[in-house]
């Protein structure tokens, strides 16, 4: 259990780490707190949960982090507001979380299919720090097909998209299976809003096969006049963006037949602690960690510029 002290405000030290909490000790939990753990420049303040004999406590107990069963109760109690608080729960809860802790200026990073916050696909929405407080992953099948679909849009003429992907049964936690109407829709959003096209459809497979199945998303796209060789640069090209945070993004086949595209694509996972099955959890983590990064680095020029204007 952590332990509280006195409140204090926010400084502009730009030496202070940058802070991040985990909400959710599931696996989703346990690879952010990997993740963070290996970043250059955010250091892990709570990992919160609700069950205190959880792996995911025991976990980031391991490496040496404050752990807490009270939740997003101890997040609040902190002595100074956590820079970033990525939340790994479910989509009802993370509505709940966000309105406690927007009046704390904390940027708020959503892993759950809410809806709720700006959608961030990094090869997409940029590499800049975000504008909101308050920032959607969509869901993992969003984070890997959205770059094809928005690239392959930009390029053609789209009539139509649709997003298969197919997770292992293992890797899909309790949290998953609750959200899944919510998955279904916000990755269809994501889909539409980022590519333009109105007609899309969104499926998502939950396999229990075994060994278990890789982490896959197949893109159906109808495009009138298809030129393979156009499609199969442009998806290459995007592939190749997207390993730049996610080395496990693979295009497996990329197939032409008249005006339907079918681009089908694998991620395995770069994780200390996930299968590497798990691609569908590394990549949306590995974006994760890549906006708070990047909010980091907007904190440091921020303080910075503030010291410098002070002297």
Not at 163 to 178: E, F, H, K, M
Not at 191 to 218: C, D, H, Q, W, Y
Request: proline residues 6%; hydrophobic residues 45%; charged residues 15%.
């Amino acid at each position: 259990m952590t332990v509280m002290q006195e409140r204090v405000p926010a400084g502009t030290d730009t030496t202070r780490p940058v802070t991040a909490a985990v909400i959710g000790t599931g696996a989703i939990g346990q690879d952010l707190v990997s993740k963070i753990h290996r970043s250059p420049v955010l250091t892990c303040g709570l990992v919160a949960g609700r069950n205190p004999d959880s792996v995911g406590l025991a976990h980031a107990a391991r490496l040496g982090y404050p752990v807490t069963a009270d939740g997003i109760d101890a997040v609040l109690a902190a002595p100074r507001p956590f820079d970033v608080v990525f939340d790994a729960t479910n989509a009802h809860d993370h509505a709940r979380h966000w309105q406690l802790l927007r009046p704390l200026g904390t940027l708020l990073v959503d892993l759950t299919p809410s809806r709720v916050g700006q959608m961030v696909v990094p090869t997409v929405t940029g590499m800049a720090a975000p504008a909101e407080r308050n920032v959607s992953l969509i869901s993992c099948g969003g984070q890997a097909a959205t770059p094809i679909a928005h690239a392959l849009a930009a390029r053609f003429t789209v009539l139509y998209l649709e997003v298969v992907s197919t997770v292992a049964s293992t890797i899909a936690g309790r949290a998953t299976r609750l959200n899944l109407d919510e998955y279904v829709a916000t990755t269809q959003h994501a889909i539409s809003t980022f590519s333009g096209v109105r007609e899309t459809k969104a499926i998502l497979n939950i396999s229990p096969a075994v060994p278990p199945a890789t982490f896959r998303t197949a893109v159906h796209a109808e495009i009138p006049g298809a030129d393979p060789e156009a499609v199969r640069a442009v998806v290459a090209a995007t592939a190749e963006q997207v390993q730049d945070f996610a080395p496990g993004y693979e295009v497996m086949a990329c197939s032409v037949a008249g005006d339907r595209v079918v681009v089908s694509l694998e991620v395995t996972a770069d994780s200390d602690v996930l299968p590497r099955y798990a691609g569908n959890l590394d990549i949306i983590n590995s974006a994760a960690v890549m906006v708070a990064e990047q909010h980091a680095a907007r904190l440091r020029l921020d303080a910075g510029l503030a010291a410098g204007a002070g002297r």
